[in-house]
C-alpha cells in the first residue's frame, strides 16, 4: 500500500504564501495520479490541483494562477506552492493518490488564512 504524509501547512496572513510538500512511501510514482483537495468545515471536499502520470495539470479556477503543483518523481513528492493566500483558501489539505485504481489518502494539514 501507498502511504501519503502531508507537512507545510500553518497559520498566514492574507496575501501571504505556504508551500505544501506530500511524500509518498511504499511505491514509485510510476503511473500514479497524485492530487492536492481541500475541505472546509461545512463544506464539500473540492479538488484543488492534480498531477497526472503523463504530465498534464489541473487546477481549481479559483486558485490558478496562485498556486502550482509540482512532482518530484525521483523523490516521490508532489508539492503544492500557494502564492497570494486569501481567508477563502482557509481548508484542510489533503494529498490523494491513484495507481492500478487503489487509492491513498493522507491525513492532511491544515491551511488557515487570517488577519
Known amino acids: 500500500q501507498v502511504h501519503l504524509e502531508e507537512s507545510g501547512g500553518g497559520l498566514v496572513q492574507p496575501g501571504g504564501s505556504l508551500r505544501l510538500s506530500c511524500t509518498a512511501t511504499?511505491?514509485?510514482?510510476?503511473?500514479?495520479?497524485i492530487a492536492w483537495y481541500r475541505q472546509a468545515p461545512g463544506k464539500e471536499r473540492e479538488l484543488v490541483a492534480s498531477s497526472d502520470s503523463d504530465g498534464s495539470t489541473f487546477y481549481l479556477d479559483t486558485v490558478k494562477g496562485r498556486f502550482t503543483i509540482s512532482r518530484d518523481n525521483r523523490k516521490s513528492t508532489v508539492d503544492l506552492q500557494m502564492n497570494s493566500l486569501k481567508p477563502e483558501d482557509t481548508a484542510r489539505y489533503s494529498c490523494?493518490?491513484?495507481?492500478?485504481?487503489?487509492?491513498?489518502w493522507g491525513q492532511g494539514t491544515q491551511v488557515t488564512v487570517s488577519s
Open positions: 511504499g511505491s514509485s510514482f510510476h503511473n500514479i495520479y
Open positions: 490523494f493518490a491513484m495507481q492500478l485504481g487503489r487509492t491513498a
